[in-house]
């Protein structure tokens, strides 16, 4: 009698595990625009550099420079495209090239699209997810 109570909650809970990912996978799909792949890329520069390292996002990551979450708020791509190819006192100059410069900015705007830099004003979903 036990034995089956266990199985029927086991199988219960697969059951809902299976149907509660596959609705978190398939709830927020999209295709993907040209920006968005830029943007991509532009976030897998971003990682390659280990920007983190001494900028945050979000209030995350280093504090060496300033939080680059809403910068293209601040500078225009122009400043933010000189501040990449011949870098500052403390950051050092990106040998990138004009479509990679691109592609870092692209990700650097999707940031500053996503709103506020405090993750404490975000709104946390019940699945996990935050949004504005």
């Known amino acids: 009698m036990i034995d089956r109570f266990k199985v029927s909650i086991f199988l219960t809970l697969t059951v809902l595990f299976i149907c509660y990912t596959f609705y978190l996978y398939h709830i927020n799909y999209k295709t993907q625009t040209h920006a968005d792949l830029m943007a991509d890329k532009g976030k897998h520069i971003w990682q390659d550099l280990n920007c983190s390292a001494c900028h ?77």
């Open 56 to 132: 945050q996002v979000y209030g995350l990551g280093g504090y060496l420079g300033p939080d680059l979450t809403n910068v293209c708020s601040r500078l225009t791509n122009q400043q933010i495209s000189s501040k990449i190819h011949t870098g500052t006192n403390i950051m050092p100059s990106y040998n990138l090239s004009e479509e990679e410069t691109l592609q870092l900015i692209a990700y650097l705007k999707s940031l500053n699209a996503s709103g506020i830099a405090s993750p404490s004003k975000l709104k946390l979903n019940i699945d996990g997810t935050i949004e504005r």
